[in-house]
């Protein structure tokens, strides 16, 4: 695998959307090549930062209170 | 006393029903606050899905993924409701499915992922806001909400492949917004002209 089969398989790899055989090719590859790993670190650590970022706060108690009399 | 045993199990399945659907409340209204960027109106938008999802409760099969069916309900709502229909407009996907190679060759225009650990979490939300709703809604369902990419084609009603673009071109559009707020605030120096 080169760089751009690389880089071309990296949202799905940072998505865990590859194949068993692709996800290994590019494992390999990432081991063998520090910018294409870089690459890897950023994009992972970006995908962590937005969910941990974007997934915080509850909907309000009066929200809730009337979905409750809502749906039940 | 068939009719009472008939209502007590239809009022039974409704109240699994609603049950399941609302233990989904929270992270419905964290997509929705995401999605208009205004509490007043997230507020409405959740609401108006649990109804819609109450009436449409035959149509969901149980055992089937019901956070993505409540996220499809409430994502065509909020198209029709705050942006005047359903987006058919595929101008943001552009230039073909895949440049990423061209688009990633550049490595000098990104923030280093130790950067991001310095950037703080507003900044991030307000990063994520700043998307193009048909980016946005993507980053939402894959990154914040774990979805699958299928999950997610089915969702927004497109093609893996337009997931695909368009949660790359989300990527590459937040990479460059927490870049340069680094560089504003000075996590990182901006470089210099002709440097």
Known sequence: ?72 | MVMVAEHAAETDARNRFAEEAIGYLDTLYRGALRLTRDPAQAEDLVQDTYVRALRYQSSYQVGTNMKAWLFAIMRNLFWDRFKGGRPEDVSLDGDGEFALYDTLKDPTAMPEADVLDRIAADEVVRAVEKLPELHREVVLLVDVEGFSYKDAAEVLGVPIGTVMSRLHRARRQLQRSLHEYAEESGIVHAREEGA
């Open chain 1, 1 to 72: 695998m080169n760089c751009r089969d690389c880089l071309e398989n990296l949202d799905r790899y940072v998505d865990r959307e590859l194949t068993d055989d692709e996800l290994s090719e590019v494992k390999r590859h990432l081991a063998d090549c520090p910018p294409c790993d870089d690459l890897y670190l950023l994009q992972v650590n970006l995908k962590r930062l937005v969910k941990v970022c974007c997934d915080q706060g509850e909907a309000p108690q009066h929200l809730r209170s009337k979905l409750r009399q809502i749906l039940f």
